[in-house]
């Protein structure tokens, strides 16, 4: 089946406790992105990556790192998370062209910063 | 800022033609539109895209007008299961989907 996992899906940690979240897709997508969602802000991207090696900053990077080791797998890294970073997380896939808005979505990480 | 207009809110009765409208004045001639929803916090779907002429496919039809200055979605029979928050979208750059605040479709029974 062809989906976009992410890895936890919940997660309650303290400030300053370095955490990794993972998210692997099986379609041989180039395209893979983080987003953020929190109420009343919509989605707004962190993060994306066009392939391998390839990763640039969307429109909230601050506080986050990413890498794209292989095609597969894009974590998103919260080196000293903090209670601004309590949000709902999603990765997102697709192939790289025309076809790249259309993307898909993993089932979401909410992540609670305390 | 987000390039499209959405109303916050819609119900639609079970059973009935959801149209959802959606305007997007400033889209340049080689922007697609898309549209995706989201279920209560799950990842979002997509629905369906166009760029000129109207397209269907096996979840919903989208009309886009003339002009290109405003869409619309229909789902033609919605299902409860069709409630959802409905994005309206216009692509950005580097692939990036710039998020407005969306559709709260509501279908009642």
């Known amino acids: 089946e062809a989906q976009v996992t992410q890895n936890p899906r919940y997660l309650i940690t303290v400030t300053g406790k370095k955490l990794t979240v993972t998210c692997s897709q099986n379609?041989?997508?180039?395209?893979m992105s983080w987003y953020r969602q929190d109420p009343g802000l919509g989605l707004r991207q962190i993060y994306y990556s066009m392939n391998v090696e390839v990763t640039d900053k969307g429109d909230v990077p601050e506080g986050y790192k990413v890498s794209r080791k292989e095609k597969r797998n894009f974590p998103l890294i919260l080196e000293s998370p903090s209670p601004n970073q309590t949000s709902l997380y999603f990765c997102?896939?697709?192939?790289?062209?025309?076809?790249?808005?259309?993307?898909?979505f993993g089932p979401g990480t909410r992540l609670t910063v305390t | 800022d987000a390039k499209t207009t959405q109303p916050p809110s819609m119900d639609c009765a079970e059973g009935r033609a959801a149209n959802l409208p959606c305007n997007h004045s400033?889209?340049?001639?080689?922007?697609?539109v898309y549209w995706y929803r989201q279920i209560h916090s799950q990842g979002p779907q997509y629905i369906i895209h166009?760029?000129?002429?109207?397209e269907t496919n096996e979840m919903a039809s989208l009309i886009i007008t003339e002009d290109r200055k405003s869409s619309t979605l229909i789902l033609p029979h919605a299902t409860l299961r069709d409630t959802a928050v409905y994005y309206c979208?216009?692509?950005?750059?580097?692939?990036?989907?710039?998020w407005g605040a969306g559709t709260k479709l509501i279908i009642k029974p």
């Open positions: 979208i216009v692509g950005g750059s580097n692939y990036q989907l710039i």
């Open positions: 997102a896939s697709s192939f790289v062209g025309r076809s790249s808005y259309e993307q898909y």
């Open positions: 400033t889209i340049s001639g080689n922007e697609y």
């Open positions: 379609m041989n997508h180039e395209y």
């Open positions: 166009g760029l000129k002429n109207n």
